[in-house]
């Protein structure tokens, strides 16, 4: 019978949150079924089948005891291997953040291998974990950024400081900072940080800006969750910092928030649409967190978190989902079909048949 | 009709019995070998009952020589001692590793062939049974070259990825502060280099293969590897295949002396992390360290001092005012608030941030967000108001000492200083005096000084005379967390020091 595995960890900053979303999962399908398998990709990229059951502290040293390696093998008819037999699965839950779990990397290998997962496929993880071309993206849709630019030492961008630089490629707060003006941000460019080696987006900072967060799901039919406001300590840093969300705890379920959020009835109104529209042109499927930056009556579109911490189930109050349930209905979207089809059409063999020796067309 | 081969089974139970108890000791003091008999010393010195008991038991073994079924009051001995050293493990229960299992093998079979001989001769088996902690300490010397060897697969795997990845490698030791100043340099390198540093507690030979072959992925810059040692030589076996360019010394201090047996011998072990670096990060402060330093520069090395009060050094912390101030080349770079950590550790740290060519403003930006390390003299307020000072992770006086001082600047006019201690292990023929005078110190910075356990309870009875403090003894650190809970209220001061785990008396 083919079983489900939750998949977590992986390359990535975001490796320690994603076993906690990834636990979070697994006990979380538990409670439903039995058939739930959950496979470990380590911070050295190797793959390894652990219990499902396992707390947050099995992992604090490394790979946990009594853990089995897997083999991954990326041909259609493949997928993980055990020592003895290949698991038959017939849905992944994806729960890898940031890196190549979140970026269309691991997506990519799973197309390769024919099987079937939640979250967005290859082309909409890539969209969405590119700042820069995502930004292009929301401006092509008609919705309402803030303008954003490379950072690079070619000359300042059009728009006043201060401001905010994020690494281009990567999903979670690390790496970001905020600087008085153009030439600071380019002395800290030069020195090489490590999360901004792919490139690094440079926004203009908006001081006494606030986040506002929605939760989108796109199975049994689109929905969107409650409008969140995270609320930041009053000791806090300029961002909402990675140890805000996550080190409160009990991790980004557990953190400050104000839900639903007190905006204007219209605002609100404004955030579902872009939300929506967002959805269709960002490739957005199962779950997903789109940020909005606030300022006064101003609203932005900030970014898209394809695979959210917690799956951002805590958000479904409205009505109230658990994890389980918002699982349950991921599950059967991603076993309806693959999520990407090749297409082999206009491969026919004509081109084949009409051509000469190989070795002429080298003449 | 003779039964006396009845014993063996009481004796058979009673091994196994003191057996598991050993082992369990074994693993949590790393299968060194020798570490069981030391153990085992602390636990007879514990308390009188168990003094007693392991004096009427070597006199039961003796008389069972002519009396064999005296070896039944052994038996019941071994199988029972000591007195508060469980099976399971309370902190630290036994788990069964392919380790331990090799061990427990091999020490079975110690005594299997020991009992075969016994009984070729005629010798009762209470006489070698009564010795269990010494066969498992033979046990742990012959499978030490086999583990060697099993070590060694993960040592090329981690060695093949090393050169694959090929980051920078900075090595860290010394007596105490190696944690700490390996987070910080962590902390400091993470602007501008990607950075793996070593876990805690992988800090020897099997634990740094584990770290490299696990925690480090590919396309990091700087792998910091936290290096420990229990004796001369060890050093020097890990940086052979583990090849650091950057070797800090943080400090050199009575610990381990019980295999150093000397403060140089513990320097020159030490030393060794220099051997093959380009560059050495040191405390200059060390008279101990100064010769090493010095012919590390003879060999061409590029040395960099660090200091805590010695302007002229390369890095220099300072205590001024209200915090510290980073000095880099004689120039401030930037000043700390409060009591962020040791200063010479914080020295070390930029040492290796200048050692790698990080930009002094960059590393001042991230000094003033130096994260505070687990168990380290970390402070917090509990929910009634009291100020807790965990230095749970430390073992050494110089540590302990700057927590006491910490204490009294933490504590307000009438508020009541609590110092909750089992003392320190692991320092050798110093162990007595360095608590005694820790001791000393407590009663004096403190008005109430909780003695948890037994092992170092005489040595910190001793100092704790003539002090001011109220002397309270205790069994374990739950009782001394719970007695906390009812006697202190808001403003009140407790400090953590050193925790030992449950093998310990």
Redesign the interface.
């Known amino acids: 019978m083919a079983r489900i595995a939750v998949v977590f960890g992986g390359?990535s900053p975001e490796h320690d949150i994603s076993i906690l979303t990834g636990l979070q999962a697994a006990r979380a399908l538990l409670d439903l079924r039995s058939d739930v398998d959950a496979i470990y990709w380590?911070?050295?990229?190797e793959w390894f089948q652990v219990s499902p059951d396992l707390e947050a502290h099995a992992f604090?040293?490394?790979?946990p005891?009594k853990s089995e390696r897997l083999e991954f093998v990326a041909t259609p008819g493949g997928g993980f291997t055990g020592r003895r037999k290949r698991l038959d699965l017939s849905v992944i839950v994806n729960a890898c953040h940031g890196g190549p779990g979140e970026d269309g990397t691991l997506q990519a290998a799973f197309d390769l291998a024919g099987l079937r997962y939640t979250g967005p496929n290859a082309a909409g993880a890539a969209l969405t974990m590119d700042k820069l071309a995502f930004g292009g993206v929301a401006v092509a849709a008609g919705l309402a950024t803030l303008p954003r630019a490379l950072l690079d030492e070619d000359g300042p961008p059009d728009f006043p400081a201060p401001y905010i630089v994020k690494p281009r490629f990567g999903g979670s707060s690390i790496g970001i900072e905020v600087f008085e003006g153009y030439e600071d941000a380019v002395a800290?460019l030069r020195?090489?940080?490590?999360l901004w080696r792919d490139g690094a987006v440079i926004e203009s900072y908006l001081p006494g800006s606030s986040d506002l967060n929605v939760a989108v799901r796109t199975h049994p039919t689109l929905q969107l969750s409650a409008i969140e406001a995270p609320v930041r300590r009053a000791d806090s840093a300029p961002i909402y910092s990675y140890g805000q969300k996550y080190l409160g705890g009990e991790g980004l379920a557990g953190a400050d928030r104000e839900l639903p959020a007190e905006i204007p009835e219209e605002m609100s109104r404004g955030i579902v649409e872009s939300a929506r529209r967002l959805t269709l042109v960002a490739g957005v499927r199962s779950v997903a967190r789109i940020d909005f930056l606030r300022l006064g009556s101003d609203v932005w579109l900030n970014e898209v978190n394809s695979i959210p911490g917690a799956l951002a189930w805590y958000l479904w109050i409205d009505p109230r989902l658990t994890l389980g349930q918002l699982l349950t209905d991921m599950v059967s979207e991603a076993a309806e079909g693959p999520s990407r089809q090749f297409s082999t059409v206009g491969a026919d063999g004509t081109a084949l048949r009409a051509a000469g020796q190989i070795a002429n067309k080298l003449g | 009709m003779n039964l006396e081969w009845l014993l063996y089974f009481p004796a058979g139970g009673a091994a196994v019995l003191a057996g598991l108890r050993w082992l369990r000791v074994a693993q949590r003091e790393h299968y060194i070998p020798g570490s069981v008999t030391r153990i085992t010393s602390y636990w007879i010195g514990s308390s009188a009952a168990n003094a007693l008991m392991v004096l009427a038991g070597a006199s039961a073994a003796a008389i069972s020589l002519w009396i064999p079924w005296v070896g039944l009051f052994v038996f019941a001995q071994v199988a029972l001692w000591p007195l508060g050293l469980s099976i399971r493990g309370r902190t630290s229960p036994l788990r069964w590793t392919r380790r331990l299992s090799t061990l427990a093998v091999v020490s079975g079979a110690i005594l299997v062939l020991l009992t075969a001989s016994a009984a070729q001769l005629g010798i009762s088996p209470a006489l070698y049974v009564a010795g269990g902690f010494l066969i498992v300490d033979a046990a742990l010397l012959i499978t030490r070259p086999i583990e060697r060897r099993i070590g060694r697969k993960y040592v090329r795997q981690a060695q093949e990825k090393l050169e694959r990845v090929r980051p920078v490698v900075v090595a860290v030791t010394g007596s105490y502060g190696k944690t700490s100043t390996k987070e910080y340099i962590r902390h400091l390198l993470s602007g501008d280099h990607q950075v793996v540093a070593s876990p805690a507690s992988f800090n020897n030979t099997p634990g740094l293969a584990r770290a490299v072959n696990e925690h480090l992925v590919p396309g990091t810059d700087v792998f910091v590897a936290e290096m420990g040692a229990y004796g001369p030589g060890e050093i020097a076996e890990m940086c052979a295949w583990i090849k650091p360019s950057i070797g800090v010394i943080t400090a050199i201090g009575p610990v381990h002396l019980e295999r150093f047996r000397t403060l140089e011998r513990t320097a020159k072990a030490k030393g060794e992390i220099l051997s093959g670096c380009e560059t050495g990060v040191v405390n200059a402060d060390e008279p101990l360290l100064a010769p090493i330093a010095a012919s590390f520069v003879e060999r061409g090395g590029k040395l960099i001092r660090c200091s805590t009060k010695d302007l002229e050094a390369e890095v220099c912390v300072l205590s001024v005012d209200g915090g510290l101030e980073v000095r880099v080349g004689g120039e401030p770079i930037g000043t700390l608030e409060g009591s962020p950590g040791f200063p010479m550790n914080i020295a070390c740290a930029v040492g290796v941030a200048m050692a790698l060519n990080t930009q002094p403003w960059l590393a001042a930006k991230l000094l003033a967000t130096l994260p505070a390390v687990e168990h380290r003299q970390n402070v917090t307020t509990n929910p009634k108001g009291v100020v807790v000072i965990d230095d749970s992770y430390n073992s050494n006086p110089a540590g302990a000492a700057a927590a006491l001082q910490l204490l009294v600047r933490q504590s307000r006019e009438g508020s009541r200083r609590v110092v909750v201690t089992p003392g320190m292990v692991e320092m050798g023929r110093l162990q007595h005096e360095a608590n005694r005078e820790f001791a000393a110190q407590a009663a004096r910075a403190a008005t109430d000084l909780v003695i948890v356990g037994l092992t170092n309870r005489r040595a910190l009875l001793e100092g704790a005379m003539g002090g001011g403090a109220d002397v309270l003894q205790l069994r374990t650190r739950e009782h001394a967390t719970a007695w906390a809970r009812e006697h202190l209220g808001p403003g009140d001061v407790i400090l953590y020091e050193n925790d030992l785990p449950d093998h310990y008396p």
């Not at chain 1, 604090?60 to 790979?63: A, D, I, L, S, T």
């Not at chain 1, 020195?191 to 490590?194: E, R, V």
């Open positions: 390359p380590s911070k050295s990229g604090v040293e490394g790979v005891r800290r020195t090489s940080p490590p």
